[in-house]
């Protein structure tokens, strides 16, 4: 990222994410040279030539006995942009995972801020381990974005004026919100991700079940569709598992 001081334009309110795959290395034919290796050696090699069709039952089987290791041995560099608070959930998967984030310390941050859009649910019904979220009224989605952008403003307001006076951005920020939006690159492997995804996305056939905030939910569905075009036959054998990574 630029270390370059942009001049804001007001405050900008979205209810969206970005996410673009910049970078992969990445393909069907990784996971199959990567197994293969183990009895056929350099032999394995010849795979990459191979029409990995003819081989969607060996990636069936190693993500049903969950043989892991093939499907580290590809990468995916993603561009995301997305609230602040998103991040520190995506941040707690480490293992397989590398990132870098736009930096408050070196670059004035813009007035870009999260505001649910209206089919956000907005209402918690039930106890920890059993809720579920439920539409609001129209009367609470106009409660949250005028207290929301009212914040922000505020907040924003309050971070030009000690830029203003002098004040070092890294002291400045302090009082913006986790709704601001940041952005980062996220570079992970095909294991790595499916075991996010897991976690990240809420599906009624899935093995195990999960409970994701929407919002990180938004990132991993964006992420999903652009891996699986890369790697159908993992994807689908993902799928077909119950969504487990191996």
């Given amino acids: 990222m630029s270390d370059e001081t942009t001049a804001p334009t007001g405050p900008r309110f979205r209810g969206d994410v970005t996410v673009d795959l910049v970078r992969s290395a990445a393909a069907d034919t990784d996971v199959i040279w990567a197994a293969r290796v183990s009895t056929a050696g350099e032999q394995s090699l010849e795979a990459l030539q191979q029409d990995p069709e003819k081989s969607a039952g060996l990636i069936n089987f190693l993500m049903r006995d969950r043989h892991g290791t093939p499907f580290e041995h590809n990468s995916m560099t993603f561009f995301i942009s997305a609230p602040i608070f998103v991040f520190r959930e995506f941040h707690r998967h480490r293992s397989g995972w590398s990132y870098n984030e736009e930096s408050g310390r070196y670059r ?23 809720y579920e979220f439920v539409e609001g009224t129209a009367e609470q989605h106009r409660t949250v974005t005028a207290s929301m952008e009212a914040a922000y403003r505020e907040s924003y307001e309050r971070y030009q004026e000690m830029l203003a006076a002098g004040v070092a951005r890294e002291v400045a920020r302090a009082v913006l919100p986790v709704g601001l939006f940041s952005s980062m ?21 899935s093995a195990v079940p999960s409970f994701p905030q929407r919002e990180i939910e938004m990132v991993a569905e964006r992420m999903e569709e652009q891996w699986a075009q890369l790697m159908p036959l993992t994807h689908a054998a993902f799928e077909k598992h119950g969504r487990v990574a191996p």
């Fill in 108 to 130: 004035e941050l813009q007035p870009v801020f999260y505001v649910p859009a209206e089919d956000r649910k907005l209402v918690q019904q039930g106890r920890p381990g059993r």
């Fill in 185 to 205: 690159y996220a570079t992970c492997n095909a294991r790595s991700l499916m075991h996010f995804l897991s976690l990240r996305t809420k599906r009624a056939y």
